[in-house]
């Protein structure tokens, strides 16, 4: 085998950026003309500098099929909707990539998203994949200020599937939606042969009424703000690998879905000092203090001390090597405000049954931008980076 | 969470890095090898190089399992994946790991079946469940996982399973450790020995580091005051002038090892003569094969493995980098053409990876750090 042959498709691809990189640099050091070697930490900065550079050029899928990490949430799944979806769907409305879409229909705003459910298993402590379908949809909603109204519902079975167990499902969706205060007013049902799919798939889009002037977006993101989680975190995520049965741990932890709008509302009410807001689901809160991070162009700090997370999670997580600030919430919401509205927005949401634990965990800065760092509970500071795909546990 | 929160006590940390600093001779630069990946990963993900002065450098060792491993093992992986009825089981670690065509995350997106197992016990349930497919476990890692191995071969042996194998990577530290001491390209002062390695084989077996290269070890534990108390021990020897083995991971590991375990490894496997490793090349007597009387759960005699030696990309200085030679930093495409979502060399893909620690973690320099928080 050649090298060529060897270092076809992938790594002929790095290596092109690589070579482009390295030609960049050495066009810069004749320039400077420095035959002097760098001090290391000069050097480091220069690294750090180039990655830096890399990371916000063009998003390219390098890979020639789907694999699992387009799904999870993380880096993978941002350069798939970059560089394919949004390259073809372009548009102001959809560019901010925001929880929902929001328009200007005659003389009144709404707020338009919609979300597919795969969750493994369907039923799981504290919920199932119908209040899932709702519950994720209304607070897309809500995350843009919106008071949700109307949904629709898909579903797609497979060939075999219990009717007990859609029954089910449904009864929970219309639990929800009354909890929540939305209806489902349109819907859809495929079939597909069996071996097709698992089990139930359930597709939910939704529209709200946004009542207010407030232009919510993570891009709006200044310094000094603070960022508020609303409650505990990782209690979904840890739930389903439980429920999965696969790794012979069992802990008392049930997902934390719920609808988010009442809590929203009570927020929105209380303070105008409001800038932004995300509900934490795939990729976690990791994954939105990134996104705060990467729109507005600034850098994130927060403490390890102050984010809740249950003893359980905590256990579980560090059992698997996983980092909980990365996994999903249904329930939990991120909210970047002012720096001055910060007490009243946190007694604001602490009014709530489901923001009663609510903290502050950290605060927008000017500097490093783009980068979210995190203060560990040893004292330390480190990065917090999207993650690529799934966490993977640790062997050893 | 008890048995977590005291092990990552700030206070403590603060008093123990106050120690340390005053054990540092004025002009004296220490490079200190944590020997262990899992180590690496602490270091990085505690933000633990805060508290150490800058006249002391972590150098990252080769203890990364999958980091190791060379892209002709991968290859053959590939290969025996993709022979007919079998299922391919695997760490999640060694997912992402590239061959020369892929990883096993891109083979399974083209239809093979490789599966994520958690336990080599996990493999022999999707065996006892698909008696007409042919199970195959990619067993990788230090003696930290030998043993787990072992004893699945043993129980497929009792059970009398026969359509499990295993693909055998396991390899042993303490070659490579004596490699590292032996190349002539760095100069080290001590090492953190590897904590979950020494719960199986002990403490013993690095007295040769002490006695013949005149160089402390201390076996360390894994969570951030572990690595620093054990930090602030090897500086200790080092003022006094000292080399020994010293063990801080007592609370684990025991002196003698784990007999039961290391019976269980010498049982279903031995020494091959020698073993490639990446960036280190070929080491004699450093890694595991299985013995001949399990035969029949050895992957490499049941089915053609292809057995290339495939050369990494040029580019890609991940053998520098296990041996410590380079920062992760210091490759030259790092964080560029070479990052988590597609890597180029091993060490960026495990989270035990110096490279893929770095890049999540440790993206920002101390100078940085120091000027972005209002601490």
């Known amino acids: 085998m050649t090298a060529d042959q060897q270092n076809a498709g992938w790594v002929a691809d790095a290596l092109r950026v690589h070579e482009e990189h390295a030609r960049e640099e050495e066009a810069g050091s004749t320039r400077h003309g420095s035959p002097q070697p760098l001090p290391g930490t000069v050097r480091e900065e220069l690294v750090l500098e180039r990655i830096d550079r890399a990371r916000r050029s063009r998003p390219r899928v390098k890979e020639e099929r789907i694999t699992m990490s387009h799904g999870a949430g993380g880096k993978a799944t941002q350069t798939l909707i970059e560089a394919i979806f949004l390259d073809e769907f372009r548009n102001p409305l959809l560019e901010p990539l925001e929880d929902s879409a929001r328009l200007r229909v005659g003389g009144s705003r709404l707020a338009f998203t919609t979300d597919s459910y795969v969750v493994s298993p369907l039923f799981f402590p504290g919920g199932s994949i119908g209040e899932l379908a709702v519950n994720g949809t209304v607070n897309d909603l809500a995350m843009s200020g919106a008071t949700p109204l109307f949904l629709s519902a898909g579903f797609i079975l497979e060939e075999g599937f219990p009717v007990a167990d859609l029954t089910r499902i449904a009864k929970s969706m219309r639990e929800a939606a009354d909890a929540a205060g939305v209806q489902v007013v349109t819907g859809d049902t495929k079939v597909v042969e069996k071996g097709k799919a698992d089990g139930c798939y359930i597709n939910t889009a939704g529209i709200g009424a946004i009542e207010h002037e407030l232009e919510l977006g993570v891009a709006n993101a200044q310094p000094g703000d603070a960022i508020i989680i609303s409650g505990p975190i990782g209690d979904h995520g840890i739930t389903i690998m439980l429920a999965r049965g696969e790794l012979d741990i069992e802990a008392d932890v049930i997902s934390d879905t719920a609808p988010l709008n009442g809590l929203v509302a009570g927020l929105l009410s209380a303070t105008p000092g409001v800038r932004a807001l995300r509900d934490a689901t795939r990729g976690g809160v990791a994954t939105i203090l990134n996104e705060i991070a990467k729109d507005a162009n600034v850098g994130v700090l927060v403490s390890e001390n102050d984010i809740p997370v249950r003893p359980e999670v905590r256990g579980a997580a560090e059992l698997l090597g996983i980092d909980p600030m990365y996994v999903a919430c249904e329930g939990r919401l991120v909210a970047v405000v002012q720096a001055d509205q910060a007490a009243q927005s946190l007694a604001a949401l602490r009014a709530h049954p489901l923001g009663e634990q609510a903290a502050v965990i950290g605060q927008v800065t000017a500097d490093p931008p783009g980068i979210v760092q995190l203060k560990t509970a040893f004292g330390g500071t480190r990065i917090v980076d999207l993650l690529v795909g799934d966490p993977l546990p640790r062997i050893c | ?375």
């Not at chain 2, 972590?58 to 590939?78: F, K, N, Q």
């Not at chain 2, 396991?170 to 032996?182: C, Q």
């Not at chain 2, 560029?336 to 920002?364: H, K, Q």
């Open chain 2, 1 to 375: 969470m008890r048995f977590v929160d005291e092990f990552r006590d700030a206070d403590k940390a603060h008093a123990l890095s106050a120690k340390i600093t005053a054990l540092c001779e004025p002009g004296r630069q220490y490079k200190l090898m944590e020997v262990c990946g899992g180590h690496t990963h602490t270091i990085y993900k505690h933000g633990l190089e805060d508290y150490l002065p800058e006249q002391i450098t972590l150098v990252h060792g080769p203890g990364c399992p999958v980091c190791v491993i060379p892209m002709g093992r991968v290859d053959d992986a590939m290969a025996l994946a993709a022979e007919p009825d079998v299922i391919m089981t695997s760490f999640g670690d060694m997912m992402r790991v590239p061959g020369s065509n892929g990883s096993f995350f891109d083979a399974k997106a083209k239809g093979t079946d490789i599966r994520m197992v958690y336990s080599p016990l996990d493999s022999l349930k999707i065996a006892r469940k698909n008696p007409d497919r042919r199970v195959v476990f990619m067993a990788i890692g230090f003696e930290t996982t030998a043993p787990s191995t072992a004893m699945t071969v043993l129980r497929a042996a009792a059970e009398g399973l026969d359509n499990f194998s295993i693909f055998c990577n396991h390899v042993t530290i303490v070659p490579a450790i004596k490699a590292i001491l032996d190349s002539p390209d760095l100069r080290l002062d001590g090492f953190l020995g590897p904590g979950h390695v020494s719960t199986v084989i002990g403490c013993r077996p690095y007295e040769f580091i002490a006695r013949d290269y005149g160089k402390p070890v201390v076996v360390a534990g894994f969570e951030p005051l572990d690595i620093l108390q054990s930090i602030y021990l090897l500086m200790l020897q080092l003022s006094r002038g000292e080399s020994r083995v010293e063990n801080q991971y007592s609370r684990v590991v025991p002196w003698n090892g784990n007999t039961v375990a290391l019976k269980a490894i010498g049982q279903t496997m031995e020494l091959r003569p020698y073993f490639e490793w990446r960036g280190l090349g070929f080491i004699s007597h450093s890694a595991l094969k299985v013995r001949e009387q399990y035969a029949k759960f050895d992957a490499e005699l049941l089915f053609s493995v292809p057995g290339v030696r495939v050369a990494d990309p040029k580019a890609c200085q991940c053998g520098e980098v296990l041996k410590g030679v380079l920062k992760p930093w210091e490759c030259k495409v790092f964080g560029t053409a070479c990052t988590p979502e597609t890597p180029i060399g091993t060490c960026m893909v495990s989270p035990e990876g110096a490279c893929a620690a770095y890049y999540n973690y440790g993206r920002l320099t101390r100078h940085r750090v120091k000027e972005a928080s209002p601490s």
